[in-house]
Every structure is written in structure tokens, then in C-alpha cells.
């Protein structure tokens, strides 16, 4: 039986209903997004292996029968790490249905049945007794329930149930501890993700709203891959600290606590970045350690470790400070049991109370926006070139129409001097903190809902956009633009101009200097190239160019052809 799955479309804004074949399947597609690049990761696997491996030898050399409890397993394999290593038996927990079934059939593929109980629960329903999902507590504790801010998959509360309920008091760990650590530093590049900066418009400076200044900013951390992150876009601040380190071969608490970092500035700047990573020790002794420190902190940056499921954490002031150097400065880190967040703090403020609850946005900018679009908005480049187009057609009596979301355009087509701006969607805080609430109409309704007499009788003479909408994931998706100016062609101007007039999609073959393997899935996930270091097989080619001064074909569109590779 086939099935039909609806799957909104970002570029078109309609909801697509996709067919899928009988022999689709879900479960296997799953696992493979959630799970192929950590189980391609050579050196997480290795070190794994060695971690578990000493630790099944140092149970074994008590005299004991070595039990493994591996929770959050996947697809299983580090509960046959453990068997293949020597463990007598292995209780491994998975709650994701899809992926306890594929741990099951794996399991079993491999010949581990008899030596691995894949149990389909959360760790924390699992019971121990006769008549319980495990005969005994475990002496050997192994989870991966780690995400780039270390504790952002509930490590700390699965931990702390399996201490007090599922594992031995004396019990080996793997891995044993974590390590958390962060450096303070100034960045205008990262800064800008963060804050809606003023910007400059024709001898206008337009102002963020106070309520946007004074946010503390989105509460979820911003995960990067900072060995892509030049060292010269931000400068250190501070050393690099230990902020704390979690023992896991003991009891863990979830509760919320806060820890302190003294150190001096060691230049002058503005305090606004914290950069932060750990690492993990497989075991006791910390000779067996997994790192997830950015390239430039190597001493050859080319035995860097590239992966993808682990990266590193950005973490943004609630606001900037200034500091001196040689200042007495205190770096906190607070947590609750699946979020980290930093404060800065001067050494002599010793009555400045914590934040007891992580910060969370009170603008709702932070909440519309992603950081990218942050940045976006406060790219002076970016900006200068919207208004040098703006200012070549725009005339006094010109009737704008902004298509797109959150958009400053309309705002820039006032103060060059339109007098009818609207807007579907627009920056009503940043209109209201500039004074400026009248001179863009905010129309609060769709495009394809647009009548004459929403526009006073007067035809649209410009029609424009950057374009950008919320629903985008991906740079095409902005093609939503051309449905839009479909949708209201009949209300435009015959001499209006469309702003922009077209666009053009470029392709390059690129060779990645690290392995993403994509030949299990029909589709290769789009990335963001920046983060992936790769080097060029061809020039830049356009394939397609798209006329926004046309309507939108009713025909696809497609192209091909063949690009030369230069060698």
C-alpha cells in the first residue's frame, strides 16, 4: 500500500503531498539522518572502543562478571564493543522505537544475541530484579548521550537515575569524565548574530528597539564549527579555562549549579563572546581522551579530528561589557539539567546574585529570527547595496510593496523619501522606536489576499523584496518571492519595477577535505559550505537564471549541461 505524506513547501508556501512506495523505509531513513555521521566518526569509535576495552580488563581483573549497561545504544554498537571486548553480558537501552528495532536486527546480524538484551524503554522506566528488564545492576556504565553543549540530550538526569538505580556504587564508567571549557573573547562577526545594531540610512540612523538591546538573547546555544571560524575575527579575551568537570563513575547530580573561573583580561575590549567545548576522558587515568577542541588550539591543526555531530558551542553575553587589561574577571557558568550558560562578571562584584533559570528571550526577535538572520541585518555591505538600489527608482510618489518577512526595505523606501510604503510583514518595533510607524502600512494579510483597495486604488510601482522568509531553509527557498509576485500581478504598475529583477543559481563541484558520505540517501543534506572545509573542482557556473519580471512559468523549469573540471 503506498502513502501519501504532506511535506509544506518552502518555496511555493503550498503544503506538497508526497507519494511514497510500499518498500519505503521510515525507520531506516530515520537512522541514517540521525545517526550516520557519528557512526562514521573514526576517532569518536576508536576511542570508545579503547575506553571500553580497559574497562571490561580493570572489572575482569577484580575477579568479577563483567555487566554492561549501555543506555541510549542507536544502532547498538557500543554494546558489541562491549561483548567483543570481553563482557559477559550487555542490557542495552534504546527509547526511539525505529532505532531499538534496527539495534535489534544489527544485533542479531552480528551474532550478539545471546550476549545483548536490546531493551526498547527510557532508562529511566528500566527495571532490575528477577521478573525485571535487567537481572542485575550493571558494573560497567556506557552512554553517548552527549550533544555539542555536552548535556543538551539529558546526560545529567539519565546519569543520576542509573546511579541510584541501575548500576553498581563502585561501578567503571566509559567515558569516565567530561570536561568542560571556555574563553572569553571579542567578536563583531559573532556579535552581530546576536544583537539588532543601529544602522545607517541616508544620513538616518535607525535604532534597535530597547527591548531587542536589553534581551538576553535566545536561550539555545549556538553550535558551530569553530575550527572554521578564522582567529583573526575574534580576539581572546582571556585564557582558555576549565569551567568544571563531570565525574560520570560517580553519583551525577541534575540540579542546577554555577561555576567560576578567575582570571586577568589579558588585553583590553569588549567582552561579548564566550567560545566553549569539552572534552571527554574514556578513562581514569585521562590517557584515552575524545576532544572537541577547535583546530587552531592544535599543535597541527591537520591531526584535527573533523566531525559533524559534535561541534563546538557559542555563547552570548546577556550584554556587552568593557574590560581593562589586567582586570580581576570572573567567567560563570550556570547549568540546569540539558542547558549551559555564561556571565561575566568583575572580581570586586562578589553580590552579584547567578541566574538560577537560563535567560530566555523577551523581545521575541530572538524567537523570529534565526542568528544568521542577525547577522543579515546588520551586514553593512549588505545594507548599502539594498539602499544603492532603492535610491536609483524609488521617487516620491512611488507605491512600494515589501515581500518579505521581518524585512527593513519598507523602512529604508520611507526615509529615501516614498510616502505609500506596505508591507506584508514588517519590523513594527523598529518602526515604533524610530518614529516612524506611519510612514510604512503594515497589511497583515497574504499576497494572493491583496485587492486594489487595500492599496487606496493606486497600482503598485514597486514591488520588492531581499527576499527573505521565515519558512527558508535553503537560499532557493526564497524563490517564494516569485510566487508572491505572481500572485499580485494584476495589481502592478505596467512600468513597476520589480526589486530584485531576477536571480541566478551557481554550482561548483567541490571536494570536502573530510569524508560526508552520502551514498546511502538519495538526497545529500544541504550545509552551510562555510563550515566545511573543501577546495574547488570547477569554477562557479550558472544553471539557472529566474525573470521576476515574468510570472511564474506555469512549466518547470530546468537546465542542463556539463561544467569542465579544472583539475
Avoid at 570572573?330 to 572580581?347: A, E, F, G, P, Q
Avoid at 554550482?507 to 558520505?517: G, M, N, P
Avoid at 529566474?546 to 537546465?559: G, I, K, M
Wanted: aromatic residues 10%.
Amino acid at each position: 500500500m503506498k502513502t501519501f505524506c504532506g511535506r509544506a513547501n518552502p518555496t511555493t508556501g503550498a503544503l506538497d503531498w508526497v507519494e511514497e512506495s510500499e518498500e519505503y523505509d521510515y525507520h531506516q531513513e530515520i537512522a541514517r539522518s540521525c545517526y550516520a555521521d557519528m557512526l562514521h566518526d573514526k576517532d569518536r569509535n576508536e576511542k570508545y572502543y579503547q575506553g571500553i576495552r580497559a574497562a571490561v580488563s580493570r572489572v575482569k581483573a577484580r575477579g568479577e562478571r563483567v555487566v554492561v549497561l549501555d543506555i541510549g545504544t542507536g544502532t547498538g554498537l557500543l554494546s558489541m564493543m562491549a561483548v567483543t571486548a570481553g563482557a559477559d553480558y550487555c542490557y542495552a537501552i534504546e527509547v526511539f522505537k525505529p532505532m531499538a528495532q534496527a539495534a535489534t536486527c544489527i544485533v542479531e546480524r552480528n551474532g550478539f544475541s545471546d550476549q545483548i538484551k536490546v531493551i526498547n524503554k527510557h532508562s529511566t522506566e528500566v527495571t532490575v530484579g528477577p521478573d525485571g528488564d535487567m537481572q542485575e545492576r550493571a558494573n560497567i556504565l556506557v552512554t553517548e548521550l552527549f550533544d555539542t553543549e555536552l548535556i543538551g540530550e539529558g546526560a545529567l538526569p539519565s546519569y543520576e537515575h542509573a546511579h541510584m538505580h541501575l548500576v553498581q556504587a563502585d561501578c567503571e564508567a566509559v567515558p569516565h569524565r567530561a570536561t568542560v571549557y571556555a574563553q572569553l573573547v571579542e567578536s563583531d562577526m559573532l556579535w552581530k548574530w546576536s544583537q539588532l545594531q543601529p544602522i545607517e540610512v541616508d544620513g538616518n540612523k535607525l535604532l534597535p528597539p530597547p527591548a531587542v538591546v536589553k534581551c538576553a538573547g535566545a536561550p539555545s546555544v549556538c553550535d558551530i564549527q569553530l575550527s572554521q571560524v578564522l582567529p583573526e575575527s575574534f580576539t581572546p579575551l582571556g585564557p582558555i579555562c576549565t569551567m568544571f568537570r563531570v565525574d560520570f563513575s560517580k553519583q551525577v547530580s541534575s540540579a542546577a549549579q554555577s561555576y567560576t573561573a578567575q582570571f586577568k583580561a589579558q588585553t583590553s575590549g569588549r567582552a561579548q563572546v564566550v567560545l566553549s567545548w569539552w572534552d571527554i576522558d574514556m578513562d581514569p587515568d585521562g590517557n584515552i581522551v575524545c576532544t572537541m577542541t577547535p583546530s587552531w588550539n592544535y599543535s597541527d591543526p591537520h591531526t584535527y579530528p573533523w566531525r559533524d555531530h559534535w561541534m563546538q558551542s557559542v555563547y552570548f553575553l546577556p550584554a556587552e561589557k568593557n574590560v581593562s587589561e589586567g582586570e580581576e574577571l570572573n567567567l560563570i557558568v550556570s547549568h540546569d539539567d540539558y542547558s549551559l550558560w555564561y556571565s561575566l562578571t568583575h572580581s570586586e562584584q562578589n553580590d552579584v546574585k547567578v541566574a538560577t533559570f537560563r535567560p530566555c528571550c523577551t523581545c521575541q526577535a530572538h524567537l523570529v529570527w534565526t542568528r544568521p538572520r542577525f547577522g543579515e541585518l546588520n551586514d553593512e555591505q549588505r545594507t548599502e547595496s539594498y539602499v544603492n538600489a532603492l535610491r536609483s527608482i524609488l521617487k516620491p510618489d512611488s507605491v512600494c510593496l515589501s515581500v518579505s518577512d521581518g524585512s527593513l526595505l519598507p523602512i529604508f523606501a520611507h526615509l529615501l523619501g516614498s510616502k505609500k510604503v506596505r508591507s506584508f510583514i514588517s519590523c513594527s518595533q523598529v518602526l515604533h522606536t524610530n518614529s516612524l510607524k506611519h510612514g510604512v502600512q503594515l497589511l497583515g494579510i497574504r499576497p494572493e489576499q491583496l485587492s486594489l483597495a487595500d492599496l487606496e486604488g493606486n497600482q503598485i510601482s514597486v514591488l520588492m523584496g531581499e527576499p527573505y522568509f521565515s519558512t527558508s531553509l535553503l537560499p532557493w527557498h526564497s524563490l517564494f518571492f516569485w510566487y508572491c509576485r505572481t500572485a499580485v500581478a494584476q495589481l502592478l504598475h505596467p512600468s513597476a519595477t520589480i526589486l530584485p529583477r531576477a536571480a541566478t543559481l551557481y554550482i561548483v563541484a567541490v571536494e570536502f577535505c573530510q569524508s560526508l558520505d552520502y551514498r546511502e540517501s538519495l538526497e545529500a543534506e544541504p550545509h552551510p559550505l562555510w563550515e566545511y572545509p573543501c577546495h574547488a573542482l570547477t569554477k562557479p557556473h550558472p544553471v539557472l537564471t529566474f525573470d521576476f519580471t515574468q510570472c511564474v512559468p506555469e512549466q518547470p523549469v530546468n537546465s542542463d549541461g556539463t561544467v569542465p573540471f579544472t583539475g
